[in-house]
Nanobody
Framework: QLQLVESGGGLVQPGGSLRLSCAASGVISDYYAIGWFRQAPGKEREGVSCISSSGRRTNYADSVKGRFTISRDNAKNTVYLQMNSLKPEDTAVYYC??????????WGQGTQVTVSS
């Protein structure tokens, strides 16, 4: 059973940076394409970024392009989201997930990112 655990969130001032981690554990039968999602208060969950299983292909929501960078270290079974130039509107709970788990509505606890002065 694949388990994904998000970490790295916290409180940061506007313009600051955070690096989120998505660590996979349990039964890992393959490298997975991973997406980062976020849900702000009163808002629907939205896709932020995704990365292919190899790490050679990435995509970003327009709202974060140029500020966020997704990467992965398959040897560590970890996907990262480097977030720079953070804005208050980036405040949300951030989740990582595979396509399969997303389709099944299977989400982890997420990690809280709060951007506030």
């Amino acid at each position: 059973q694949l388990q994904l655990v998000e970490s790295g969130g916290g409180l940061v001032q506007p313009g600051g940076s955070l690096r989120l981690s998505c660590a996979a554990s349990g039964v890992i039968s393959d490298y997975y394409a991973i997406g980062w999602f976020r849900q702000a208060p009163g808002k629907e969950r939205e896709g932020v970024s995704c990365i292919s299983s190899s790490g050679r292909r990435t995509n970003y929501a327009d709202s974060v392009k140029g500020r966020f960078t997704i990467s992965r270290d398959n040897a560590k079974n970890t996907v990262y989201l480097q977030m720079n130039s953070l804005k208050p509107e980036d405040t949300a709970v951030y989740y990582c997930n595979t396509d399969r788990r997303t389709r099944k509505g299977d989400w982890g606890q997420g990690t809280q990112v709060t951007v506030s002065s």
